[in-house]
């Protein structure tokens, strides 16, 4: 039976949606998942939040929240079995924050060096660089970005660098050897895995697919 129908709107491959779909997975919350085209978002998702961005969670009760790292603490508020949130709260926050801010316009620019020709491929690629170290750092006492267990910054960040290192991945992982290994054991993770299945684009007339994890 289901008791709470949260509904999700979300797009396979936007990584703010996918760091919300992994805590959802994880924090076992079970939801309709109506995938979206960005390029064609529909009517109902501007009526929740006028960002028309995705992710997008719409709790039971009717309440809306359309920023990714607030969906990922709510699933963890209810669910935390592993304790990826319950320490470092501000170095985590800070990590997050700088990434969403600097980092992911550092990532676009990068990604997109084309559109971006007031300077070069190689200013752009130190400017991700910088950020790229300093996760590479952070990990060498290893394995996860605060020690030996996942922790919710991991989570936060992966989409992003697997995103990154999607450019070029061998100039990747030869600069960044720790990186590139915790890269690989979250994209081989089956919490990944599982959230990265794909989804008939939602039909407004329709319901979305009912995900549980039990
Ligand atoms: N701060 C938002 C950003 C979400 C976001 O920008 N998502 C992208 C897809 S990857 C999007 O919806 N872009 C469409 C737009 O900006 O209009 C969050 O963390 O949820």
């Given amino acids: 039976m289901i008791m709470e129908h949260h509904v999700l709107y979300s797009?396979?491959?936007c990584p703010?949606?996918?760091r919300a779909r992994m805590a959802l997975a994880y924090s076992k919350v079970s939801y309709e998942h109506r995938e979206i085209l960005l390029r064609d978002r529909p009517q109902t998702l501007y009526d929740l939040s006028s960002k028309g961005t995705v992710p997008v969670l719409q709790l039971a009760d009717g309440s809306?929240?359309?920023e990714s790292?607030?969906?990922?603490k709510w699933a963890l508020k209810r669910n935390d079995p592993e304790h990826w949130y319950k320490?470092?709260?501000d170095h985590q926050d800070g990590l997050v924050n700088k990434n969403d801010e600097i980092f992911k316009k550092r990532l676009d620019r990068y990604k997109y060096h084309v559109r971006f020709p007031e300077r070069s491929f190689q200013d752009h690629r130190a400017d991700v660089s910088e950020i790229l170290n300093?996760?590479?750092?952070?990990l060498e006492p290893g394995p996860y970005m605060f020690g030996k267990d996942i922790c919710f910054t991991d989570i936060a960040l992966m989409p992003f660098v697997r995103q990154c290192a999607h450019v070029?991945?061998?100039w990747f992982n030869s600069s960044f050897p720790e990186l590139g290994a915790w890269l690989d054991r979250l994209k081989e993770s089956e919490l990944f895995i599982s959230?990265?299945?794909?989804?008939p684009i939602w039909n407004e007339s329709e319901s979305g697919q009912y995900v549980t994890w039990e």
Wanted: no cysteine; hydrophobic share 50%; net charge negative.
């Fill in 11 to 13: 797009f396979r491959r």
């Fill in 16 to 18: 703010y949606a996918m």
């Fill in 64 to 66: 809306v929240i359309d």
């Fill in 69 to 72: 790292v607030d969906i990922m």
């Fill in 87 to 89: 320490e470092n709260f």
């Fill in 134 to 138: 300093e996760y590479n750092s952070l």
């Fill in 168 to 170: 070029d991945l061998e």
């Fill in 195 to 199: 959230i990265m299945v794909k989804y």
